[in-house]
């Protein structure tokens, strides 16, 4: 069995306690990223088992359909960037784990880093002191101001919990039974999503990008919040209407902004606003891009290989192909 690996920046999969799951087998892992559809066929021709990191590959029906040894995508989390339905008619497994009660840990530490890194203006001092200058302005303590949390599933109630800790009042908007959740575990919930703009002093989004979140965040609710106010994105860049954070931003409202994801990754255009704007923290999507996160991940997925090469599929979200007439052997 041939086991391909994309988008291992780094090199990591390797040295992780998990890869002893797959000792012993064909394993190529590729460390650059391509979107290339001729090269990736080509890398990818002699795959039985083709191993996602999150969503950094798009697996469409054009590279899909030039793959006939491909019997297996094993990732974790959600699938947005497989396409499922062409999967399942040439007879490709898909098993991702949707782990509903683990939170990302390292999703909500990055959140919190970079909270006290726009309040507090550190990479803006960092700079300062690397110009040979001291101190180039004054930040803003967190204790007693109002952590807004807009979706409070996994990593919602994470970063809610770190909100205690440092001393805020968390507010909570969300879908209805979120709600009802987030008030079962003490958190105070917005009267509305337009109070929550503009009461938070800190927004942080945690929802999932479908349909029905797509731009949930509008021009009008950013220019609700406080000229004073921060908000982190952490989850999905399309959770905001395109171009609003931008022109907000310039508005004024809010006068910060800490992103962590892009509406196109790898997101490399050092000319674009977000990038040459001093209120503005921006990393590039490394919010689940710990070493300890990752063997989290690994376990799942190559379990997953472990099972399906055993004749056992688990996670598996198309099941109807484990019994169509197209299942390659």
């Not at 999967?87 to 991702?96: D, E, H, N, W, Y």
């Not at 337009?194 to 797509?214: G, K, N, P, Y």
């Not at 704007?277 to 063997?295: D, L």
Request: charge should be neutral; aromatic fraction near 6%; charged fraction near 20%.
């Amino acid at each position: 069995m041939k086991i391909s690996v994309l988008d291992d920046y780094h090199d990591t999969v390797r040295t992780l306690p998990s890869f002893a799951k797959v000792a012993g087998r064909d394993v190529e892992i590729w460390n650059d990223h391509t979107d290339d559809v001729e090269v990736l066929a080509e890398r990818l021709e002699d795959t039985d088992a083709l191993v996602l990191i999150r969503e950094r590959t798009q697996i469409r029906k054009a590279l899909l359909e030039r793959l006939p040894k491909l019997k297996l995508i094993s990732q974790r989390s959600v699938y947005p960037h497989i396409d499922v339905a062409t999967c399942t008619a040439l007879g490709i497994v898909v098993s991702s784990s949707q782990h509903p009660e683990v939170p990302s840990v390292a999703t909500a530490e990055l959140t919190w880093g970079l909270i006290l890194a726009a309040m507090r203006q550190i990479p803006q001092q960092m700079a300062s002191l690397r110009a040979g200058r001291w101190q180039c302005g004054v930040g803003s303590t967190l204790r007693g101001k109002t952590l807004g949390i807009f979706g409070y599933g996994r990593i919602g109630r994470a970063v809610a919990d770190y909100g205690r800790a440092f001393g805020m009042e968390v507010l909570i908007w969300a879908r209805p039974s979120s709600l009802e959740r987030a008030r079962a575990d003490g958190f105070a919930t917005a009267a509305s999503k337009e109070a929550f703009f503009a009461d938070a002093d800190v927004i942080s989004l945690h929802m999932r990008l479908v349909d029905a979140t797509r731009g949930i965040v509008t021009r009008t609710d950013l220019a609700r919040m406080k000229p004073t106010a921060l908000i982190v994105n952490t989850s999905r860049a399309g959770l905001i209407a395109p171009a609003a954070l931008v022109d907000a931003l310039k508005a004024g409202r809010p006068g910060m902004a800490a992103i962590d994801v892009f509406e196109e990754e790898p997101f490399t255009d050092t000319r674009h606003p977000l990038l040459n704007m001093s209120n503005v923290v921006c990393t590039p999507h490394i919010g689940y891009v710990s070493r300890e996160q990752f063997e989290v991940h690994f376990i799942d997925i190559f379990g997953q290989i472990v099972a399906w090469a055993d004749g056992h599929p688990i996670n598996v979200v198309n099941p109807e192909v484990l019994v169509s007439a197209n299942l390659r052997s």
